[in-house]
């Protein structure tokens, strides 16, 4: 039955989550994490993190690894926990698949209409807010520790993030060599 609610739960994400990956991580956490409790907030803030890191579109990436764990922490073995993998990865891709075999012959016809940029400019903003939304959501407490109970930490990993956005925007730093400087740091400064 967790393998049908899987299926039904990514299909809904992969057909109302618009903005790409990064949109779609505030719905899915709180699917998987908050409605349905199969994952921790831990578990996923690492699966955040290990999608972000393995190539492929972060959202995809993302729902593979919380397809494995769901079914993985609902005491079923690995074969099974495969099997949710490919679920929730084959149901959040569905949705756009069906979508774009049915409008895209339509699309190229009327994509400079009115209605059709109206529609665009509509989603706009709620691109910006789901982004937002997923920005928000991974500032916790695994993520942020706070300066009351751990000075050091919270300290660290805010400058950890300084550091990085300076080197990415400002310097030019490779983000995979940025992101390699940041956990060799965080390793080093934090346990």
Not at 63 to 91: D, E, K, R, W
Not at 108 to 117: F, G, I
Not at 153 to 182: E, Q
Request: glycine letters at 8%; a positive charge.
């Amino acid at each position: 039955m967790i393998f049908l609610y899987l299926f039904i739960t990514f299909f809904q994400i992969g057909l109302f989550g618009f903005g790409g990956g990064y949109g779609m991580l505030s719905l899915i956490q709180t699917e998987t994490v908050v409605n349905h409790h199969w994952l921790s907030s831990a578990e996923f803030t690492n699966i955040v993190a290990i999608s972000q890191m393995t190539p492929g579109p972060i959202g995809i990436n993302s729902a593979t690894y919380c397809g494995y764990t769901a079914i993985h922490n609902a005491g079923f073995g690995v074969p099974m926990a495969m099997l949710g993998s490919a679920t929730a990865t084959f149901a959040l891709v569905l949705p756009s698949f069906i979508l774009m075999i049915l409008i895209s012959k339509m699309f190229m016809k009327y994509m400079k209409t009115d209605t059709v940029q109206s529609i665009f400019n509509g989603l706009r903003p709620a691109v910006v807010g789901l982004l937002a939304a997923a920005t928000l959501l991974l500032c916790n407490s695994e993520n942020f520790n706070s300066p009351i109970v751990n000075p050091w930490h919270f300290y660290i990993s805010i400058a950890l993030f300084a550091a990085t956005f300076v080197g990415t925007m400002w310097l030019k730093i490779n983000p995979i060599r940025m992101i390699c400087f940041a956990a060799l740091a965080g390793l080093v400064l934090l346990y």
